[in-house]
């Protein structure tokens, strides 16, 4: 691997003439290097100007090199650490692998191991860092393609997005589950100037309370049970890009004064941290609730709702654009396809397509694209008609409820309670809790019947 002078190399030991003998041999090498022997003043280095890869004594006064190893992934988990150490210390050196460092160096060592392992880490960094961004190229090109249709509320959509996407103001996305919310907040970060920045999302109802402020804002090591090593956060993993809150009107009313604050300062602290750091994030966030509704029942700030609705974006429910039903359709067709080769269907019968127009999709999108894709794999026509629709989504047919269908068609008892069990989830919006108590079974019931209708 040929040596970049940009590649900026940071040595730690608290003997400086071990110190500056490696220094010297690795800017006679050929890379950029800078010398430290503390711990502590090493990581305000690396604040100051992130090296590439860090290469620390293990025994130092003071903090040693396993508290400059957590310190440096604390600023940037992809920083590879190499450690090094004496003979008799190899257990904690291996210990220190085990903690997140790539590699430990045995005392004395030559400069030419120190060079591999310093290009085995870059390099495998920079491998990380492409795949990265290829996925993001996808992910792009997957929210461009999915945001398909020709209908007059897309179109209004489509027009937003392109003048709300270049700026950097605060956005909240409405919308009933299942409408496309998220795919609205990917393309505003990947039409504007963010694009090659970070697109970080988080799900406000999917941790406690305790666990989704760590998460959004990091914690230090110790700063509660658990916590054993310290973490960045989302909101540093979003530094410079965009963080989506999906269904920001769950979040817990104390995590919302703390968000406030992050949106007006600009600054965030971090569980168990007596110190704030700058960050510099684009907030988009999401929600299905009646957020007024919230407001005077006193579960959700009005000042925050000011702040997140700088831009208001209401994504219009399936059910109100049904002219971009075949478009959605045979989009879906082509992803399943895509994915399972193998797959015989090659379109659908057009009382097919009158039955799905009449269909009021209470989940909306993701519903259509799960009974498509249930359509396309299972089914052995080239063309769905009703026969095969009554058999595999009977709860389409005749406006919907499957007891309807089971009128007119014969079924399976398991199969009639999978379809009503599926029909009654999407009634309830995706709530299973919610399902449950109307059918009156346990939640667990639903969660392991509904698998069966996906």
């Known amino acids: 691997m040929s040596i970049d002078a940009k590649t900026r190399v940071l040595v730690v030991d ?85 903690r997140g460092a790539y590699h430990y160096l045995t005392k004395p060592f030559q400069l030419q191991e120190v060079r591999l392992y310093i290009d085995r880490a870059l390099s495998e960094r920079n491998l990380r860092n492409e795949n990265r961004n290829l996925r993001r190229l996808v992910i792009d090109t997957e929210t461009r393609n ?23 103001a605060p956005v ?36 406690p309370e305790a666990l989704l402020e760590s998460e959004l804002f990091g914690h230090l090591r110790g700063a509660f049970t658990g916590a054993t090593t310290p973490r960045r956060g989302l909101f540093l993993e979003a530094d410079g890009g965009t963080l989506y809150l999906d269904e920001i009107g769950d979040m817990p009313h104390n995590l919302q004064a703390k968000l406030l604050r992050v949106i007006e300062d600009g600054e965030i602290r971090a569980v168990g941290s007596d110190g704030s750091r700058k960050v510099d994030v684009r907030i988009i966030a999401s929600t299905h609730q009646p957020i007024e509704e919230r407001i005077q029942n006193g579960h959700f700030r009005a000042d925050l709702y000011y702040r997140l609705n700088v831009v208001a974006i209401n994504m219009p429910p399936l059910r109100d654009r049904l002219d971009d039903l075949p478009l959605l359709i045979h989009h879906f067709l082509g992803r399943t396809r895509d994915v399972h080769p193998q797959m015989r269907v090659r379109d659908l019968s057009p009382e097919v397509f009158a039955t799905l127009a009449r269909y009021p999709w209470p989940g909306n999108v993701r519903e259509l694209e799960n009974v498509i894709k249930r359509l396309a794999i299972v089914s052995t026509q080239e063309t769905i008609d009703l026969t095969e629709l009554g058999l595999h989504a009977p709860g389409i047919v005749d406006g919907g409820s499957p007891l309807e269908y089971a009128k007119s068609v014969t079924m399976t008892l398991r199969q009639l309670e999978d379809e009503y069990i599926g029909w009654m989830i999407r009634r309830c919006d995706g709530n299973k809790t919610k399902a449950a108590e109307l059918l009156g079974v346990d939640v667990s019931t639903i969660h392991r019947r509904d698998r069966v209708t996906r």
């Open 14 to 98: 608290d003997h400086i003439e071990m110190a500056r003998l490696l220094a010297d041999q690795l800017a006679d090498a050929g890379y950029t290097v800078e010398v430290s022997t503390a711990a502590e003043e090493a990581f305000a280095l690396a604040v100051a100007r992130p090296p590439d890869v860090v290469i620390s004594d293990l025994r130092m006064e003071g903090l040693d090199g396993l508290d400059l190893l957590d310190r440096i992934h604390g600023l940037d988990p992809s920083i590879p650490v190499l450690i090094m150490t004496a003979f008799g210390a190899i257990d904690s050196a291996v210990e220190a692998v085990k």
């Open 146 to 168: 999915a945001m398909v249709g020709r209908s007059q509320p897309l179109r209004a959509l489509h027009d937003l997005v392109a003048r709300v996407a270049p700026t950097t």
């Open 172 to 207: 909240l996305i409405r919308g009933e589950s299942g409408s496309g919310k998220e795919l609205v907040a990917r393309a505003l970060h990947f039409s504007g100037p963010r694009k090659d920045a970070p697109f970080v999302p988080v799900n406000c109802t999917a941790l």
